[in-house]
Antibody, heavy 118, light 112 residues
Framework: EVQLVESGGDLVQPGGSLRLSCAAS????????MCWFRQAPGKGLEWVAT????????NYVDSVKGRFTISRDNAKNSLFLQMNSLRVEDTAVYYC???????????WGQGTQVTVSS | DVVMTQSPLSLPVTLGQPASISCRSS???????????LNWFHQRPGQSPRRLIY???NRDSGVPDRFSGSGSGSDFTLKISRVEAEDVGLYYC?????????FGPGTIVDIK
């Protein structure tokens, strides 16, 4: 069974940093692109970042470029999102996901809450 | 960025009756590899999203066949042939043809 378990969400002040983690199991993690998505309170879904299987390609939504960094540790089946210079508008539930656009492979974690507030 | 729009934004439905949601993109979604990467997601209150449809019309594993997707270019539709109680919630279209990937605003489906 595929499992994606996020952790690391917290209450942080504007300008602060957080590192989100996602523990993957039940599939060959190192062979899949992985993503982070987010959903602000009462709002819709937003794609945040994607990383290639070997980490050699990373893409970000404009609003987080230069502040967030997606990374992975294939030896530990783990995905990360380092979030710096956090803003109030980054407040959201952050989801880790395996989203494969060519095949019927789509799995999401339960999400982790990030709140940016003074 | 590709802007995704959906209509209607709210859809009251009758159990057992069909339902349809439209999604339009500001640019065509045909990728250079020839595929059209248009997805449909369902999200129940308090739950993570679940993808229903990928590449316009392909159902994901375990998705009931009452769900179908169609369309081409920049105009797409999700249809539910007979709405069941478990189908309530938010429906989003999403394109992952062009960076950045973008979602529609969501359509709320509830029972009349």
């Amino acid at each position: 069974e595929v499992q994606l378990v996020e952790s690391g969400g917290d209450l942080v002040q504007p300008g602060g940093s957080l590192r989100l983690s996602c523990a993957a199991s039940g599939f060959s993690f190192s062979t899949f692109w992985m993503c982070w998505f987010r959903q602000a309170p009462g709002k819709g879904l937003e794609w945040v970042a994607t990383i290639k299987e070997d980490g050699s390609q990373k893409n970000y939504v404009d609003s987080v470029k230069g502040r967030f960094t997606i990374s992975r540790d294939n030896a530990k089946n783990s995905l990360f999102l380092q979030m710096n210079s956090l803003r109030v508008e980054d407040t959201a539930v952050y989801y880790c996901a395996r989203e494969i656009r060519e095949h019927p492979l789509s799995d999401w974690g339960q999400g982790t809450q990030v709140t940016v507030s003074s | 960025d590709v802007v995704m729009t959906q209509s209607p934004l709210s859809l009251p439905v009758t159990l057992g009756q069909p339902a349809s949601i439209s999604c339009r993109s500001s640019q065509g979604l045909v990728h250079s590899d020839g595929n059209t990467y248009l997805n449909w997601f369902h999200q129940r209150p308090g739950q993570s999203p679940r993808r229903l449809i990928y590449k316009v019309s392909n159902r994901d594993s375990g998705v009931p066949d009452r769900f179908s997707g169609s369309g081409s270019g920049s105009d797409f539709t999700l249809k539910i042939s007979r709405v069941e109680a478990e189908d309530v919630g938010l429906y989003y279209c999403m394109q992952d043809t062009h960076w950045p990937f973008t979602f529609g605003p969501g359509t709320i489906v509830d029972i009349k």
